[in-house]
Each structure stands twice: as C-alpha cells, then as structure tokens.
Nanobody
C-alpha cells in the first residue's frame, strides 16, 4: 500500500509563486508515473502535470505550460510542483497521484488511471 501526503498549499497574490510537495511512503514508486491534478469548486478534477519514473518525460496541461514545473526525487520518493506566475483561475485543491507505469511513457491524463492519491492541499490565488 502506498500513502501520498501533499503539502505546500496556501494563499498568494496573482503573479506570485508556490511550491507543492508530495511525499510517498509504503513502497518505492520507480515503476509509477507521478502526476498532479486540481479541482476547483463545482468543477471536475483536471489534469495538471505528470512526470515519468525515469524523469525523462514530462507533460503539462495547456493552462499551466510554461508556468508550472514538475520534478521528482526517486531517492526521497517525492514529487514537487513549482507554480509560477499564479493566476486566480489556478485556485483549487491540488492532489498528487501515482499511476502504475512500468514502461514509463507517462501517458496517464485521466484521474481513473491513477491508483494512489494524496489528500489534497488548497491553493488560493487572490488579491
């Protein structure tokens, strides 16, 4: 069993930055791709970013491309999301998640492709 614990959320002004972290425990995640999703009030949970187990493949939603950066540390079993130039529309609960991906293509974009989830961390961007 894997447990994911996300942290780092908070309230920031538009244009500011925030770094989210997710720590995994229970087993190594080298055969998993790790992703971030977010869910705003009244909206569906949406894909944000994914990184493969080898860290060689990354993919971002168009809405965050160029502003967000996903990274992972396999030795520490962590995945981070650096969020820059934040906008009010980035306000949501952010979740880290792990998808089984032994080949490491990082193609998982749908929430139902992920096996493990963090509890979520609130990000609020507002002036």
């Amino acid at each position: 069993q894997v447990q994911l614990t996300d942290s780092g959320g908070g309230w920031v002004l538009p244009g500011e930055s925030l770094r989210l972290s997710c720590a995994a425990s229970g087993r190594t995640l080298r055969n998993y791709s790790l992703g971030w999703f977010r869910q705003a009030p009244g909206k569906e949970r949406e894909f944000v970013a994914i990184v493969s187990g080898s860290r060689s493949i990354e993919f971002y939603a168009d809405s965050v491309k160029g502003r967000f950066d996903i990274s992972r540390d396999p030795d520490k079993n962590t995945v981070n999301l650096e969020m820059n130039h934040l906008k009010p529309e980035d306000t949501a609960v952010y979740y880290c998640a792990a998808a089984v991906d032994p080949i490491g293509w990082a193609t998982q974009r749908a929430a139902n492709e992920y096996r493990y989830w963090g509890q979520g961390t609130q990000v609020t961007v507002s002036s």
